[in-house]
């Protein structure tokens, strides 16, 4: 019952959560075409709408897949913190004063790859979301990069 209860505060914090996001975003996109992209085409600069048009939702793109980029390498650090006895006996061992050092070091060169492998996934996404807020920038300036 109470894992029932406690699965229905998950749903309902879900559901707030991206409900929240989708009224942020809806926030975010009237501020760009009201206070950018009309005022772009009203002043008949053509080229800098399109780079516009295209350039802000590879922003906003770039951000949501860097922010889902942090919480994979937050959730994947603590489950591997909390779920891997191999860290947790590893962190004892180095926390441990007086034992071998080869032991201390193997300890702490094993946790190091546990952490990497951990990390893969929301590193990824960070350098994926990274890239494209770079490009978007890039396309939003183009007119002035190219001079």
């Known amino acids: 019952m109470e894992n029932s209860g406690e699965e229905e505060k998950r749903k309902i914090f ?6 929240a996001c989708a009224v942020l975003m809806g926030f975010i996109l009237w501020s760009v075409v009201t206070e950018t ?9 053509y080229d800098e709408f399109i780079y516009n048009l295209f350039g802000i939702p590879l ?13 994979l390498f937050f959730r994947d650090t603590t489950d591997l913190m909390r ?18 050092p080869d032991l201390v ?16 996934k929301g590193a990824l996404f960070l350098l994926i979301g990274a890239v494209t807020i770079v490009l978007g920038g890039l ?3 183009f007119k002035n990069i190219i001079g």
Do not use: H, M
Request: with cysteine.
């Open 59 to 71: 922003i906003i793109l770039g951000t949501c897949v860097f922010a889902y980029g942090g919480w």
């Open 14 to 19: 879900k559901y707030s959560f991206f409900l």
């Open 139 to 141: 396309l939003i300036n």
């Open 105 to 120: 070091k193997a300890a702490r060169s094993e946790n190091t790859k546990f952490l990497l492998s951990a990390w893969k």
């Open 37 to 45: 992209l009309i005022p772009l085409y009203k002043s008949k600069a």
């Open 83 to 100: 779920n891997n006895y191999r860290v947790a006996v590893n962190l004892d061992i180095i926390k441990t004063g007086g034992l071998p």
